[in-house]
């Protein structure tokens, strides 16, 4: 069966600290990558994705991530963040031609100011 | 534009008792409609996926069952509720069939068993 993996389960950083989240998934054929984000008391709503193309795509909020086909990751990446990046972060997968969308377990991100 | 209600935001109801809770999406058609638990440190859980009227996909057997009366009204429902029911529920909706788009979400309702 397909899943998803976010290994960082919590992650503590201070302004201006690079970040990077990463999310591994287990499935051999074509998928559509996603990462969704929730801030505190808000909707879960869309950071950015993939589909084909340039394996590097970049989302709101100067995110970014890159797609690795033969490491089956699609780590999320941030040079600088900010206090308002405080939230929870969430890996979704795809697979081409079907309708079930797998997410992973989630990252808690706190950003101290 | 499109949105997508759900209700209620919370609940609080006994062990046994029945439950119903109701999403609608505006301003699309023919969307796929998606029920997922949401659990601390657990990610979303999809529970329940349809991509028509009268069209229900169980992901995962459990306590509960969904419906789909009309086209952009999506029920979640319980005969008989457990504890372990307890917990925050999302209903999402995308566009297409096999769509390549992306997933947007409700704003939950809490749901706690006592």
């Known amino acids: 069966a397909q899943s998803v993996s976010q290994h960082n389960h919590h992650v503590i950083l201070s302004e201006a600290a690079s970040l990077e989240l990463g999310c591994n998934y287990s499935?051999?054929?074509?998928?559509?990558l996603f990462w969704y984000v929730q801030y505190p008391g808000q909707h879960l709503q869309l950071l950015l994705k993939y589909f084909s193309g340039d394996p590097l795509v970049k989302g709101i909020k100067g995110f970014e991530a890159e797609f690795i086909k033969s490491k089956f990751s699609f780590n999320l990446r941030k040079p600088s963040v900010q206090w308002s990046d405080t939230a929870e972060y969430f890996c979704a997968v795809k697979s081409s031609g079907t309708y079930k969308y797998i997410f992973g377990t989630g990252t808690r991100l706190k950003v101290l100011a | 534009s499109q949105t997508i209600h759900q209700w209620p935001a919370t609940l609080v109801q006994p062990v046994g008792s029945p439950l119903s809770l109701e999403c609608t999406v505006e301003?699309?058609?023919?969307?796929?409609l998606y029920w997922y638990r949401q659990a601390a440190g657990r990610g979303l859980q999809l529970l329940f996926y349809s991509v028509g009227i009268g069209q229900i996909s169980s992901e995962v057997p459990q306590n509960l069952s969904a419906s789909r009366p009309q086209d952009r009204q999506f029920i979640l429902s319980s005969k008989k509720l457990l504890l372990s029911d307890s917990g925050f529920y999302l209903c999402a909706w995308s566009e297409g069939h096999y769509s390549t788009y992306e997933q947007y979400f409700g704003p939950g309702t809490r749901l706690t068993v006592t």
């Open positions: 301003g699309t058609s023919n969307p796929n």
């Open positions: 499935y051999g054929g074509t998928v559509n």
